[in-house]
């Protein structure tokens, strides 16, 4: 079994991608400080960006000039939720933050994207004593992930990498492809004198 006592709180151990567990309570109180900013935020009115902004503002951990989020939004933490500059998640983003996601510049994120950082043991006696632990997640620049992506924990995608509409993305991918499927897989590049296409959204 796992031992607690290593001298670091829940909160550090989580952050260093290793077992904790999620019931501790000071993970739970920034768990409920965020929901009430997410429901603030899913509850807020279209006609009030200037209040959506200062709510995602609060709520995540960084957030780019003219990047819009629809909402609803679903986070874990939003604290470790970092998305860059004229970036766009139009309705349904759920990013689980327990480990950091970071999102770059000009990113698309289609409907009812999923990044999902959170993992659990394949030790059956692990789980049930109820450990889980988390790796990052890293979009970069320019990517576009089409609706129904889902991107696993550890995962880096490369700049100006599209993905296809229900794609499930379990390891890296370079920059300058598109990916499709699940697993998704590389099924062409995308370069000067190719023509880009257009993929499902």
């Known amino acids: 079994m796992m031992s607690e006592a290593d001298g670091r709180s829940m909160r550090d151990r989580m952050l260093a991608g290793d077992l904790y567990l999620a019931d501790d309570p000071e993970l739970a109180e920034l768990m409920l400080g965020a929901a009430e900013l997410m429901e603030a935020f899913n509850a807020s009115s279209a006609r009030d960006p200037i209040e959506r902004r200062r709510l995602l503002t609060e709520l995540l951990g960084a957030i780019g000039e003219d990047t819009e989020i629809r ?7 939003g604290r470790h939720l970092r998305i860059g500059a004229r970036s766009f998640a139009n309705y349904g983003l759920v990013a689980l933050d327990v480990a950091p996601i970071t999102v770059g510049d000009d990113v698309q994120i289609g409907t009812n994207v999923q990044l999902l950082t959170p993992t659990h043991p394949v030790d059956p006696e692990l789980r049930r004593a109820k450990w889980e632990a988390a790796e990052p997640i890293t979009v970069g620049d320019n990517v576009w992930l089409g609706s129904g992506a889902i991107v696993l924990g550890g995962v880096t995608i490369g700049d100006n990498t599209v993905v296809g509409a229900g794609g499930v993305v379990t390891r890296d991918l370079p920059a300058n492809v598109v990916a499709v499927g699940n697993p998704a897989r ?10 880009p296409g257009i993929e499902p959204a």
Do not use: H
Request: cysteine-free; glycine content about 12%.
């Open 186 to 195: 590389v099924v062409r590049t995308i370069g000067p004198g190719i023509e």
């Open 71 to 77: 909402p609803p939004l679903r986070v874990d933490y």
